[in-house]
């Protein structure tokens, strides 16, 4: 079982950045397919962007495109998702785990990160 740790979280105005990353605890972590999910106050966790083992393949909610970038670095185990623009309906907690779509299970969830975009 791999752990996962989110961080980078914080306060933000409308319009600013924020860059927010994903530590695995072991290098398993760079066999999966990874994504970010984030979950609103009174709202269900749900996908906001995903990426392949090697990089070479992203997907994004329409709501992020062009805003939000994905990468990870396998070395680091580390993901991170780059935030731009940022608008008050991006405020939620962020939590990364496995992309499971095509198979496989989530590991267990870490604590999240939170974001917060102020009007």
């Known amino acids: 079982q791999v752990q996962l740790e989110e961080s980078g979280g914080g306060l933000v105005q409308t319009g600013g950045s924020l860059t927010i990353s994903c530590v695995g605890s072991t290098p398993t972590f760079r066999h999966y397919r990874m994504a970010w999910f984030r979950q609103a106050p009174g709202k269900e966790r749900a996908l906001v962007a995903a990426?392949?083992?090697?990089?070479?393949?992203?997907y994004y909610i329409d709501s992020v495109k062009g805003r939000f970038t994905i990468s990870r670095d396998n070395a680091k185990n580390t993901m991170y998702l780059q935030m731009t623009d940022l608008r008050p309906e991006d405020t939620a907690v962020y939590y990364c785990?496995?992309?499971?779509?095509?198979?496989?299970?989530?590991?267990?969830w870490g604590q999240g990160t939170q974001v917060t975009v102020s009007s």
């Open positions: 785990n496995r992309d499971v779509r095509f198979g496989g299970q989530y590991e267990d």
């Open positions: 990426i392949s083992w090697a990089s070479g393949s992203t």
